[in-house]
């Protein structure tokens, strides 16, 4: 059974950082890009960033470029996400996402491309 598990979210004052962390288990994910997403109250999902299979290449919303980064450790079947410099409006359910693409998919921010999903991890700014 494939699963995403994200972790490591929680609550953080403005400005402050965390790292969230989406392991994947029963399967290998090296032909996946890995994408992270955001879900605010009575909002839709949000497109943040995505990692292709290789680690090589990320692309970023402009809302969080600079702020977060994104990396993966292939042999660990993992992805990252590290978040600094967050903001009240960073608030959300962060939920990790697998899709089958050997390079940067053309549309990364589009969630319905997405196989795999993470249950979700909250992450809430205060100030």
């Known amino acids: 059974q494939v699963q995403l598990a994200e972790s490591g979210g929680g609550l953080v004052q403005a400005g402050g950082s965390l790292r969230l962390s989406c392991a994947a288990s029963?399967?290998?994910?090296?032909?996946?890009?890995m994408g992270w997403f955001r879900q605010a109250p009575g909002k839709e999902r949000e497109f943040v960033g995505v990692i292709d299979w290789s680690g090589g290449v990320t692309s970023y919303a402009d809302s969080v470029k600079g702020r977060f980064t994104i990396s993966r450790d292939v042999a660990k079947n993992t992805a990252y996400l590290q978040m600094n410099s967050l903001e009240l409006e960073d608030t959300a359910v962060y939920y990790c996402?697998?899709?089958?693409?050997?390079?940067?998919?053309?549309?990364?921010?589009?969630?319905?491309?997405?196989?795999?999903w993470g249950q979700g991890t909250q992450v809430t700014v205060s100030s």
């Open positions: 996402a697998a899709r089958s693409a050997y390079g940067m998919p053309r549309d990364p921010a589009d969630p319905y491309k997405y196989t795999y």
């Open positions: 029963g399967r290998s994910f090296r032909s996946y890009a």
